[in-house]
C-alpha cells in the first residue's frame, strides 16, 4: 500500500511541475506578444535615428531598454507625446539613468 501511495505522489508532483511550466510559458508567451506590441507602437512615433539608439542600447543594456519602451508606450498612450526625435529620446534616457541611484555604504575603520 505505501509503495501505490508513493507512485500517486510521485505522479501528482510530474503533473503539477508539468502544469507550472505550461503556466510559466505561456506567461513568457503573454510578455513577448506585449514587448511585439509595444515595438510596434514605439516604431511608429521614433524617429529613424531614436530608434537606432534604442537598438544599440538594447545590446548594451537590454532591461534598461525594456524598461525605456514601457515608459515610451504609457506616455504615448496618455497622450504626453505624439512624436519624439532623437534628442528627445537622449533626455529621457539621461533622466532615467539619474533616477537610477546606487547604494553604497562605507564603513569607518576605528
Not at 498612450?77 to 533622466?95: F, P, T, V
Amino acid at each position: 500500500m505505501d509503495e501505490l501511495e508513493a507512485i500517486r505522489a510521485r505522479k501528482l508532483q510530474q503533473l503539477q511541475a508539468q502544469q507550472y511550466a505550461q503556466q510559466d510559458m505561456q506567461k513568457q508567451q503573454q510578455m513577448q506578444e506585449a514587448m511585439r506590441q509595444i515595438d510596434a507602437l514605439i516604431r511608429r512615433f521614433l524617429s529613424p535615428k531614436a530608434q537606432d539608439r534604442l537598438m544599440n542600447l538594447g545590446m548594451v543594456d537590454p532591461e534598461l531598454v525594456q524598461k525605456l519602451k514601457i515608459y515610451l508606450a504609457q506616455m504615448y498612450a496618455a497622450g504626453q507625446i505624439k512624436a519624439m526625435d532623437d534628442d528627445q529620446l537622449k533626455a529621457i534616457l539621461i533622466k532615467l539613468k539619474s533616477s537610477q541611484h546606487e547604494v553604497t555604504i562605507k564603513r569607518l575603520e576605528k
